[in-house]
T-cell receptor, first 114, second 117 residues
């Protein structure tokens, strides 16, 4: 089975540019999560979806960040405009909606904003 | 208060020895799950093992086992017969409120394990 797929794997952009990160969850998984990992703050949950509906976006740092899940097999995380402090690794994870099920992570997108 | 505490920022272990990575947690919820993830230098997060708060036995997955001491609120990861490929960051995580539908995983700060040949 294919795991969580993220693209791009690496992104270098200039401050002020729009960045779009993409995620394809594991087929059949009800939940999708977006995380950000930095040295200073560790792993932070940004937002998660259940059946394509955003449930909790309290971790989204600012209005510059937005996330969508138009269907069960695709989600995007957009940063507009990007800033150097957004540089981080962004992970997408998915899981099935059962109590003992774990979250399976994608390979991450390493974002560098210059 | 920290929800998940990993007190060992780094550990060096000789190859083939067993290693224990510490994790303590803080929750008042009776229903929770504890997870361990491995993050090698390539960056991906790999799920290793899960322990539910109501599980009667300690979880095991191959060379990984979880030493779950509920009264002490600890969930230490034990890796037996360590291998060079075990060198990585290891994160302990908790999901509280399993029954109430909480979906958030809270992660510890991680332990960097280095296996010495």
């Amino acid at each position: 089975d294919a795991g969580v797929i993220q693209s791009p794997r690496h992104e270098v952009t200039e401050m002020g540019q729009e960045v779009t990160l993409r995620c394809k969850p594991i087929s059949g998984h009800d939940y999708l999560f977006w995380y950000r990992q930095t040295m200073m703050r560790g792993l932070e949950l940004l937002i998660y979806f259940n059946n394509n509906v955003p449930i909790d976006d309290s971790g989204m740092p600012e209005d510059r960040f937005s996330a969508k899940m138009p269907n069960a097999s695709f989600s995007t995380l957009k940063i507009q405009p990007s800033e150097p402090r957004d540089s981080a690794v962004y992970f997408c994870a998915s899981r099935r909606g059962r109590i003992r099920e774990t979250q399976y992570f994608g390979p991450g997108t390493r974002l560098l904003v210059l | 208060a920290q929800k998940i505490t990993q007190t060992q920022p780094g550990m060096f272990v000789q190859e083939k020895e067993a290693v224990t990575l510490d994790c303590t947690y803080d929750t008042s919820d009776p229903s929770y799950g504890l997870f361990w993830y491995k993050q090698p230098s390539s960056g991906e997060m790999i799920f290793l093992i899960y322990q539910g708060s109501y599980d009667q036995q300690n979880a095991t997955e191959g060379r990984y086992s979880l030493n779950f001491q509920k009264a002490r609120k600890s969930a230490n990861l034990v890796i037996s017969a360590s291998q060079l490929g075990d060198s990585a960051m290891y994160f302990c995580a908790m999901r509280e409120g399993l029954v109430s539908g909480n979906e958030k995983l809270t992660f510890g700060t991680g332990t960097r394990l280095t296996i010495i040949p």
